[in-house]
């Protein structure tokens, strides 16, 4: 059953800790992408990856980091510089950067 | 830079209603144009792809149409049913390699109610 996976679904951080989201995808595909989604804004690109071991900053990349060492996997770490980590975090695929992308079920965190 | 628009934000139907959801975007050099359902909580679900070599595309109930030239896509939902209940978000993908325009830009979504 192909598909991408998040996790973990809820996340609670403390201020100045760092965490690291999971997105694992056994769709075969190249691409990989991050996005936050925020309460009445669309969603906004934070790090995409086109093949393993290479990355590149989206629109607001400060404050997080990624890593792709596996085809299936884009962790993403939010860092305790990101002011304000709070919001819906998705994770989605696709075969080729610009190909349709396919998306993870996402993981909301909390900053308490 | 790509902006895209949905007009408007929420939307509340009676069941068995044909509606059209509209989507704008400023830049015409788009590669394709892509379709989403959101439930609450959950993540995005493909719906459907539009290339921008082509004019609509048919799932089921749903017809998606791209017209490059005026910046529009429409997503047509026939006889709708309270399992649509939905955000439908729109996004243009961008047609170049790098730069601004070449990622994916969404807009905020239309929030749909349909009601029994």
């Known amino acids: 059953d192909g598909g991408i996976t998040q996790s973990p679904k809820y996340l609670f951080r403390k201020e100045g800790q760092n965490v690291t989201l999971s997105c694992e995808q056994n769709l075969n595909h190249d691409a990989m992408y991050w996005y936050r989604q925020d309460p009445g804004q669309g969603l906004r690109l934070i790090y995409y990856s086109q093949i393993v071991n290479d990355f590149q900053k989206g629109d607001i990349a400060e404050g997080y980091s990624v890593s792709r060492e596996k085809k299936e996997s884009f962790p993403l770490t939010v860092t305790s510089a990101q002011k304000n980590p709070t919001a819906f975090y998705l994770c989605a695929s696709s075969i080729i950067r610009g190909d349709e992308q396919f998306f993870g079920p996402g993981t909301r965190l909390t900053v308490l | 830079k790509q902006e895209v628009t949905q007009i408007p934000a929420a939307l509340s139907v009676p069941e068995g209603e044909n509606l059209v959801l509209n989507c704008s975007f400023t830049?015409?050099?788009?590669?394709?144009l892509q379709w989403f359902r959101q439930d609450p909580g959950k993540g995005l679900t493909s719906l459907l792809l539009i290339q921008s070599s082509q004019r609509e595309q048919t799932s089921g109930r749903l017809n998606a149409s791209l017209d490059k030239s005026s910046g529009r896509s429409t997503l047509y939902i026939a006889a709708s049913q309270p399992g649509d209940s939905a955000t439908y978000l729109c996004?243009?993908?961008?047609?170049?390699?790098?730069?601004?325009?070449?990622?994916?830009?969404f807009g905020k979504g239309i929030t749909l109610s349909v009601r029994p």
């Open positions: 996004a243009a993908q961008g047609r170049y390699k790098t730069g601004a325009n070449s990622k994916l830009t």
């Open positions: 830049d015409s050099a788009i590669y394709n």
